[in-house]
């Protein structure tokens, strides 16, 4: 693929270009469940969803997670084809709320996938760790192996972005297989434990907790609009993607949330997953290894590592795209919107991405936090309440966009209107049921956490109310698709 450069140029300034691809649904939906993790989901908030959630009946917060993020789809798919730019929830934000709402939800945007990227090098080290130690090597500092998987993502997400397609598409099909080997293997042959000694004592806790933890393993979703300009036909692929991801992603952890209830046992499935998060062990592991054996076991362990990495990777190619677009709008530095020649990939965006992740992982490691509850933990809760009140916004900016273009929402007020609004309502309730459990999300203190709580409507507040002052950046409309 060639680079289009017909953008305009300056002498002394960065040469711009859209990038290009001709990513297909599929294609796109394997780069967004990668990012959303489903092996990392399942290993880890599915046991979380169990033992803090409702127990039993935690699968039914994945089944609602998946009913909300499609219907606030339905506005985020109509306006797509009126959104002429990469960018996801900024750009949408933007064109219906104005363009100091639109920094706004950019800045946290940014913040909201740092902290779970961020999060995630945190979690992949401990695993890493983990698992070298099991195998027989030494134990080192988890931030040895999240710098050496920075190194690999840094140089996958400078080339183009096919490779990394191709990259997260094999990690994404084995990871999913696996779980799949599992689930067949509960499906066809359930045999639950029966219930310890106690366990009718462990009362399972509010729907709402296994809600908000459902909602956080959909985080990346809206990559589906970010990959806009290397989609093949975005006006169709976009939107097929979109409802693709969601309900794919949405049965996968709704099914296997499911199978690991009937593995267990429902009288006793709680207390169990109460029992392995108490002792630091991985229950789906564990199943695995029960129902499929400890081959299966271990290919799983393994692939839990290939998921972290394709988790970061996703994540690294969505930060450098938001970086990619922050530049074309002037909000940040010029050079930021450039585009390789050869790779046609934002390579400028792709190595400032990096060496924010390179610092931020320094600062972690050094701060001597914990990877796992503090550094995944906190950055997890950021994450949650920065994607909602992402979709709250963009929701808001779809009724607005539709409202001042009323020729556009001409015999479709459903999808313009009503479900965008109804969407909106869900969403500031599901946004007040994290905020209350936000504890619970951190395992931190209630002043820690409401101070991490409230970051996310403090950075979108300091994006609403930054002025564009970065200069020597070209016109929006040099890099509008055609």
Not at 64 to 92: D, N, R
Not at 290 to 318: K, W
Not at 387 to 392: G, K, R
Request: charged share 10%.
């Amino acid at each position: 693929m060639s680079t289009d450069h017909s953008a305009a140029t300056s002498a002394e300034g960065p040469v711009h270009g859209r990038l290009s691809g001709n990513l297909g649904v599929a294609e796109i939906i394997f780069m967004v469940m990668a990012a959303a993790a489903p092996l990392t989901v399942v290993s880890g908030n599915v046991p979380l969803a169990i033992a803090q959630g409702n127990g039993a009946l935690a699968w039914t917060g994945f089944a609602a997670a998946s009913f909300v993020l499609l219907l606030f789809s339905v506005g985020f798919v109509t306006m797509t084809p009126h959104i002429t730019q990469a960018g996801a929830f900024f750009t949408y934000v933007r064109e219906g709320l104005g363009a100091r709402a639109g920094r706004g939800s950019a800045f946290l945007a940014l913040l909201t996938y740092t902290a779970i990227q961020l999060g995630v090098y945190g979690f992949f080290g401990w695993a890493m760790d983990d698992a070298v130690r099991q195998w027989g090597g030494p134990a080192l500092p988890w931030w040895v192996y999240a710098l050496l998987a920075l190194i690999l993502v840094a140089f996958l997400g400078y080339r183009h972005i096919e490779l990394s397609s191709r990259v997260l598409g094999v990690a994404l099909v084995l990871e999913i297989g696996v779980v799949l080997i599992m689930n067949a293997a509960i499906v066809w042959h359930p045999v639950p434990v029966a219930a310890p000694a106690g366990a009718e004592s462990v009362a399972s806790g509010p729907f709402a907790v296994a809600l908000l933890f459902a909602i956080t393993g959909f985080l990346g979703f809206e990559a589906t609009a970010i990959f806009r300009d290397e989609a093949r036909d975005p006006e169709k692929t976009i939107p097929r993607a979109t409802y693709g991801a969601v309900l794919i992603i949405g049965f996968f952890y709704a099914f296997s949330c499911w199978c690991v209830i009937e593995a267990w046992g429902a009288g006793s499935v709680t207390a169990i997953a109460h029992t392995y998060l108490d002792n630091g062990g991985n229950m789906v592991l564990e199943t695995a290894g029960r129902y499929a054996g400890g081959t299966v076991r271990e290919i799983m362990q393994v692939l839990l590592l290939t998921s972290l990495f394709a988790c970061l990777l996703s994540f690294h190619n969505i930060i450098a795209r938001y970086f990619l677009v922050l530049g074309r709008e002037a909000i940040l530095p010029d050079f930021l919107a450039r585009t390789h020649d050869q790779h046609a990939s934002p390579h400028a965006a792709s190595l400032s991405q990096t060496g924010m992740a390179v610092v931020l992982v320094g600062l972690a490691a050094w701060s001597g936090a914990d990877p796992l509850i503090s550094v995944f933990g906190s950055m997890a809760g950021i994450s949650t309440v920065g994607i909602i009140l992402l979709m709250i916004l963009t929701s808001l900016a779809v009724v607005r966009f539709f409202q001042s273009r009323p020729d556009l929402a001409r015999g479709q007020a459903i999808k313009t209107m009503w479900l965008p609004v109804m969407a909106s309502v869900v969403l500031v309730a599901v946004l007040y049921i994290i905020l209350v459990n936000f504890v619970i999300i951190t395992g931190l203190s209630a002043l820690v956490s409401t101070g991490l709580a409230v970051l996310p409507f403090c950075v979108t507040l300091f994006g609403f109310c930054l002025k564009n002052t970065v200069t020597g950046a070209a016109s929006v409309a040099d890099y509008t698709v055609r």
